[in-house]
């Protein structure tokens, strides 16, 4: 059972602690000259809502409670669901379970996450988590008894998704394993840089400003924090040039890019080693889509758009390439590292059971089902069609792209075939966040 506070104290408090942060921050909007803003493991998992206290004081007329937000997130019955099943046959599920209740136990056991109109505990989160993974492994239960058990243990929360149709894109991503040498030469010509050390990241709760975001990345400048530097002035001016901060040499800048927009990769370099680069920190310039540019400039048809499809498109006009990846200013830093790779909540990710959604929107390592489609391959490697399916993840990450209540991305795993399993995936669906039972049932019961 839940230590949790009654549902309309939580709506209160969450009422009064986001009217006072805006009234907070109105004081001093000009205090930072910045821009606004995978994957890299946080020292300490950050929680998805804050604890919530009991208030410290009777409200007064100057603490006017901010409106929330609509949820993304409607409960549904399982009925309404429709019939499930598990395309893996839950391979996988239950190492992903215990990868997200380790990061629900890393955080104070109080801490609140949100689903619809209800919250509960990471303690209550953890605990499922483990049970669900107890059941997942369990070789003495048929696929038909694990299903039951989860709908007699979870209640599910359909995202809205984009649009009246409530339709939710599917896509894909995995971990590249790429050639590399640690010195510049022959065909080693585009290097992948460390986290620069005057890249400042500015903390905005510290400051009283008004902000729509947590915090700015910049550099100093004549005593003013200005905009880190963009894509363009990494790769086409040489701002980091010189400066030591190669961390190793690739063999196509096409592969970099990508490195950059999956977040992590494995690089196997000319002495025959083999080690993976991790995520170290971006410059903090806006994410634009390369797909989207590609579209509404008319070089790629708007029904023809996946990683497959840009790639072949780069590789065809290689005079464009610069030009292209310069409508992106986001960059991405790296450093090499063990184990992972690693989602937004620092853990590691499995291939087929993690995703990646807007973490602004949907509880972080909370359990999923998503019903979509995978794309099937032909003997030569085409695409043979595409085959519909359900399948219950985990969300452990998030991503520059994935925004909005309508995007998810999937995790494939290392390696070229997961990339282009990945590069192919660009389907709708259905999402739905799974609830822990006796907590929806003690929620309804205050």
């Known amino acids: 059972m839940s230590l949790q506070p009654r549902r309309k104290d939580i709506r209160r408090t969450e009422r009064r602690q986001r009217a006072g942060f805006l009234v907070a921050l109105a004081a001093a909007a000009g205090l930072l000259v910045g821009c606004a803003p995978v994957r890299k493991p946080p020292a300490q998992p950050p929680p998805q809502l804050p604890p919530v206290q009991p208030p410290a004081a009777p409200e007064t007329p100057a603490q006017k409670p901010a409106a929330l937000p609509p949820s993304p997130l409607v409960p549904v019955s399982w009925t309404e669901v429709g019939p499930i099943s598990d395309d893996l046959g839950f ?85 590249p394993v790429l050639r590399a040498s640690r010195v510049p030469g022959g065909r080693y010509l585009y290097p992948l840089y460390k986290r620069p050390p005057d890249l400042l990241e500015i903390d905005l709760s510290l400051f009283p400003v008004k902000a729509d975001r947590s915090k700015l990345y910049g550099r100093l400048e004549g005593g003013r924090v200005v905009p880190y530097y963009t894509r363009e002035e990494i790769d086409d001016k040489g701002a980091l040039r010189g400066r030591g901060l190669e961390l190793c040499y690739l063999e196509d800048p096409v592969d970099r890019f990508f490195l950059q927009v999956q977040g992590s990769g494995r690089i196997v370099l000319d002495d025959g080693s083999s080690m993976r680069v991790l995520f170290d920190g971006k410059n903090g310039q806006p994410y634009r889509s390369l797909g989207k540019y590609l579209v509404a400039s008319g070089k790629l048809p708007k029904d023809g758009v996946s990683l497959d499809a840009i790639k072949k498109f780069l590789a065809a006009h290689p005079g464009e390439i610069n030009q292209d990846f310069d409508v992106n200013p986001s960059y991405t830093f790296f450093r090499f590292g063990e184990g992972g790779p690693y989602g937004n909540i620092a853990v590691a990710l499995t291939p087929g059971r993690s995703i990646a959604t807007d973490a602004s929107l949907f509880p972080k390592g909370a359990p999923a089902l998503i019903f979509t489609e995978k794309p099937r391959f032909g003997a030569d490697g085409s695409v043979a069609g595409y085959d519909t399916f359900a399948r219950f993840v985990l969300n452990q990450d998030t991503g520059g792209a994935i925004t909005g209540a309508g995007r998810v991305d999937i995790f494939f795993g290392p390696g070229a075939e997961a990339g282009l399993a990945a590069g192919q995936m660009q389907q709708e669906g259905r999402l739905y966040f799974l609830l822990p039972v006796q907590e929806a049932n003690a929620a309804m019961a205050r």
């Open 91 to 175: 391979a996988g599920l239950a190492a992903a379970c215990r990868q997200s209740a380790e990061y629900y136990e890393k955080v104070a056991p109080a801490t609140l996450f949100l689903f619809g109109d209800q919250t509960v505990t990471a303690a209550a989160m953890a605990a499922a988590l483990r049970s669900l993974a107890t059941e997942a492994e369990d070789k003495s239960l048929s696929p038909e008894a694990k299903l039951e058990w989860i709908k007699a243990h979870f209640t599910a929360y359909r995202s809205v998704g984009d649009g009246p149709a409530e339709s939710v894109l599917f896509t894909g991503y995995y971990e």
